[in-house]
């Protein structure tokens, strides 16, 4: 009796510590496999974050950002999807290589029959594949759309309202998203019916060996011992096969969302720094020239044959008809683009000769369109120089005409000014900007004059804003009212990429040219 209940309680312990390590085993696997996953594709995100912002401006340009967005997160999470199958795949694979050849040991003939099927399983499978991947591509792009319209819409939601338009793009949004569910559908028939059909096909193998079977159990051939033990060994085969064809559909998912990702990953950079380009040091002057300068999109000239002088701390306002190449030719400076021909250069320095971060560092920039990020006042401003302290923001802020306002707000330098500023006015984004350009403190100012109208006090705290931005700064701006013009050092005249016409204001309306004419449209 005494050896009965240690032999009891000896197979309960093995039970029980069987169930442990198989619980324990369960966890390792879920762990391991979830680790490698995550890891993959925080290393894919991290991976294609760099590549977008390390793009030059250019690569932009035909770019929708909820396409890129639709990149990084959904298409990198359907990959992730199926490197956690992996394991799965792996362990079914092992099993089935392992049951075939225990088959073919024990019955080589039944075991060709038995894959007689195969290579009609496998054109199956790849076949669905291919429509599986062909529809998954649909189906992200359709996601893009979803991911593009509704950030236009929360971007653009003041415009949307103001002119009742909300039922339209709703039913727009509902159009792409219907689009997209019947791309899913039509992808999770193909899913359903391909192990529907694997089973067929797996099932009539079987059939057919059984009948083969039977007949020689019939003949005498086989015992009906060792042929029924052949079935239950073959059994073991049908779960790997069908485990194998769902994770070849999770694949070709897996394989159009990677295309979708490599486009990313393949972005090219900005140009590296030539292996002499130079630092530029503190004495700086911040002299400006474009030697013979041009510059093409694709095909299209932009600007043609540039020459242009800037004397340290002088003040240039460039003005000309909408398209004559302002933008592009500020955007040549930081090298944002790189010239067709000709050559940009500071203080007689070509810029490709100096080192792109020292370049930008010497460079601040006030754009027309205000880019505020979604923290704080005071974050926002520190983005001008992150190693800056406390009282220069404050100092930066005063000098910008923001202090006071900002002192106003319930949580002053701590208020969240929410996406690209929409909790506050344009002209308290304009002056945190216009403060952010300050604390920078750059040699060089490129500015774009906002375009948008604002109260008489407004603009005259702007005004003063910029009068300090701008004072001992080489200022080059785009000029969009008629004090700035008035005020510059000199005027430069562009129209179809050249410049046409060089002088002050009053000197130039004497003149009587084109840009009288364009004084007597855009700035009375």
Same mark, same amino acid.
């Given at each position: ?29 879920? %762990? ?23 793009? *030059? ?61 195969? *290579? ?109 033990? %052949? ?102 400076? *930081? ?50 120089? *992150? ?25 002053? %330098? ?111």
């Amino acid at each position: 009796m005494r050896d009965a209940m240690w032999a009891i309680g000896i197979v309960l312990g093995l039970m029980l510590i069987a169930v442990v390590v198989k619980g324990l085993l369960s966890y390792a696997h879920t %762990y391991l496999t979830s680790r490698v996953a995550y890891k993959v594709i925080t290393d894919l995100r991290n991976d294609m974050y760099y590549k977008i912002t390390m793009a *030059p401006l250019n690569r932009f340009a035909g770019e929708k950002a909820g396409d890129l967005i639709s990149r990084v997160i959904d298409d990198v999470n359907i990959v992730q999807g199926a490197i956690a199958s992996i394991s799965t795949v792996l362990r079914s694979s092992v099993t089935l290589v392992v049951f075939v050849t225990m088959m073919f040991l024990k019955d080589w003939q039944l075991t060709l029959l038995a894959i007689a099927l195969l *290579p009609l399983l496998a054109h199956m499978i790849r076949r669905f594949g291919e429509r599986i991947k062909a529809t998954s591509r649909h189906v992200q792009m359709r996601m893009s759309d979803i991911t593009s319209q509704l950030q236009q819409t929360i971007f653009g939601i003041k415009i949307i309202k103001s002119f009742t338009a909300e039922e339209t793009e709703i039913d727009r949004f509902k159009e792409t998203n219907w689009q997209k569910y019947r791309l899913m559908m039509k992808r999770v028939r193909m899913r359903a019916l391909m192990p529907a059909l694997v089973e067929f096909l797996t099932a009539l193998g079987i059939a057919l060996v059984f009948g083969f079977g039977c007949y020689r159990v019939l003949t005498g051939k086989l015992s009906t011992g060792w042929f029924f033990g %052949y079935i239950a060994m073959m059994g073991m085969v049908f779960k790997p096969v069908r485990d194998l064809g769902n994770f070849n559909a999770a694949l070709q998912q897996a394989i159009a969302s990677f295309e979708r990702i490599k486009y990313v990953l393949d972005m090219s950079e900005e140009p590296h720094d030539d292996p002499d380009a130079v630092e530029l040091r503190d004495g700086i002057k911040g002299e400006i020239e474009f030697k013979d300068v041009s510059f093409k999109y694709g095909e299209e000239p932009v600007l043609k044959g540039i020459n242009l002088k800037v004397a340290p701390g002088e003040r240039i306002a460039l003005v000309g008809p909408s398209g004559a190449g302002k933008t592009t030719l500020m955007n040549l400076i *930081p090298r944002f683009y790189e010239p067709t021909s000709g050559e940009v250069l500071i203080d007689g320095i070509p810029v490709r000769k100096i080192k792109l971060s020292s370049l930008r560092r010497l460079i601040g920039m006030v754009p027309q369109e205000m880019i505020l990020f979604n923290g704080t006042i005071y974050d926002n401003i520190l983005f001008g120089r *992150p190693e800056a302290e406390e009282e220069e923001v404050f100092e930066a802020a005063k000098r910008a005409n923001a202090h006071d306002f900002i002192l106003k707000l319930p949580k002053g %330098y701590r208020t969240v000014v929410g996406d690209r500023g929409m909790r506050l006015s344009g002209g308290q984004q304009q002056r945190i900007s216009i403060a952010r350009a300050i604390l920078k403190d750059p040699k060089i100012l490129l500015l774009d004059e906002a375009t948008s109208s604002l109260d008489t006090e407004s603009e005259k705290l702007i005004q003063r804003s910029l009068e300090e931005l701008m004072r001992g700064r080489t200022t080059l701006i785009i000029a969009h009212r008629l004090s700035t013009v008035m005020n510059a050092d000199r005027i430069v005249v562009i129209k179809d990429g050249r410049i046409i016409e060089t002088g002050r204001h009053d000197e130039l309306i004497a003149k009587g040219g084109f840009y009288e004419r364009l004084c007597q449209m855009q700035f009375q």
